[in-house]
Antibody
Framework: EVQLVESGGALVKPGGSLRLSCVAS????????LSWVRQAPGKGLEWVGR??????????NYATPVRGRFTISRDDSKNTVFLQMDSLKTEDAGMYFC???????????WGRGTLVTVSS | SFDLTQPPSLSVSPGQTATITCSGD??????ASWYQQRPGQSPVQVIY???ERPSGIPERFSGSNSGTTATLTISGTQAVDEAVYYC??????????FGGGTKLTVL
């Protein structure tokens, strides 16, 4: 059974930083591409970014609103993917989901999410 | 940028057919997927690759995609189907793109 367990969400002030983690199990993590998707309170889903598997280059791509402020990385030895969030803005608040799939064209599996609050 | 448009809400009576649409430029040339999100829960994939149903998803869920519109159909809608439904497609520049979501009310 595929499991994605996020952690690290917290209350942070505007301009601050936060690092989210996602521990995965139930599939071959080394071969997986992983993405982060967020959801502001009462709003829709928004793709944040993605990291490829190391065998596919390990490269990342980000949505325009977070590019230059957020960084995705992975530790295959720990089956963990990270989302480093810097220069946080109030509009970055919301639930952050770790996701993966068998195909880059859609999302097969979602974690339960971790809540980020950005407020002074 | 590539955008997907969904109606904000839809109401159906139990047992009726719910049809949720998702529109985008040449969407029929891309694969569309659908996700169900119940209140307080994570999204769950109900349709992928336009019309494929994941294991465990009831047969009453079906999908199609042609032209500029993808459609999620729920036949014999049940109270448990009340949720927000999101369509999604992939774009070469922005990668994963979601529609704004359709809140399905079963009453």
């Amino acid at each position: 059974e595929v499991q994605l367990v996020e952690s690290g969400g917290a209350l942070v002030k505007p301009g601050g930083s936060l690092r989210l983690s996602c521990v995965a199990s139930g599939f071959t993590f080394n071969n997986a591409w992983l993405s982060w998707v967020r959801q502001a309170p009462g709003k829709g889903l928004e793709w944040v970014g993605r990291i490829k598997s190391r065998s596919d280059g390990g490269t990342t791509n980000y949505a325009t609103p977070v590019r230059g402020r957020f960084t995705i990385s992975r530790d295959d030895s720990k089956n963990t993917v990270f989302l480093q969030m810097d220069s946080l803005k109030t509009e970055d608040a919301g639930m952050y989901f770790c996701t993966t799939g068998t195909n880059l064209l859609w999302i097969d599996f979602w974690g339960r999410g971790t809540l980020v609050t950005v407020s002074s | 940028s590539f955008d997907l448009t969904q109606p904000p809400s839809l109401s159906v009576s139990p047992g009726q057919t719910a049809t949720i649409t998702c529109s985008g430029d040449n969407l029929g040339n891309r694969f569309a997927s659908w996700y169900q999100q119940r209140p307080g829960q994570s999204p769950v994939q109900v349709i992928y690759q336009d019309s494929e149903r994941p294991s465990g998803i009831p047969e009453r869920f079906s999908g199609s995609n042609s032209g500029t519109t993808a459609t999620l159909t729920i036949s014999g809608t049940q109270a448990v189907d009340e949720a927000v439904y999101y369509c999604q497609a992939w774009d070469s520049s922005t990668e994963v793109v979601f529609g704004g979501g359709t809140k399905l009310t079963v009453l």
